[in-house]
């Protein structure tokens, strides 16, 4: 079994910027991908970034320009970047992990972010 664990969450103003992390525990090693869904209240959860063992990157058409997603040196932990963050950007943040055919998957508890004045 995998256990995701994130960390990086909070209120920031528009504009604003924060780094959300994801560490990886357990069985990792066939993890083939790692990334970040969010879902708002009352809205559908959606995907923000993931990364492949490979390095290859997938965003979400909202935040391209805006976020980065790289995996830190540590080979089980990636970090997505949200920079000119908007108040649209106020969700639930979850962390996800899956191997290549999806069939093992695994999700954080999630951190919330806020952006506000």
């Known amino acids: 079994q995998v256990q995701l664990v994130e960390s990086g969450g909070g209120l920031v103003q528009p504009g604003g910027s924060l780094r959300l992390s994801c560490a990886a525990s357990?069985?990792?090693?066939?993890?083939?991908?790692m990334g970040w869904y969010r879902q708002a209240p009352g809205k559908q959860r959606e995907l923000v970034a993931a990364?492949?063992?490979?390095?290859?990157?997938n965003y979400g058409d909202s935040v391209k320009g805006r976020f980065t997603i790289s995996r830190d040196k540590i080979k089980n932990t990636v970090w997505l970047q949200m920079n000119s963050l908007k108040p649209e950007d106020t969700a639930f943040y979850y962390c996800?992990?899956?191997?290549?055919?999806?069939?093992?998957?695994?999700w954080g508890q999630g951190t919330q972010v806020a952006v506000s004045s």
């Open positions: 996800h992990g899956a191997n290549a055919d999806e069939s093992s998957q695994y």
């Open positions: 357990g069985s990792i090693f066939s993890i083939y991908a």
């Open positions: 990364i492949t063992s490979g390095g290859t990157t």
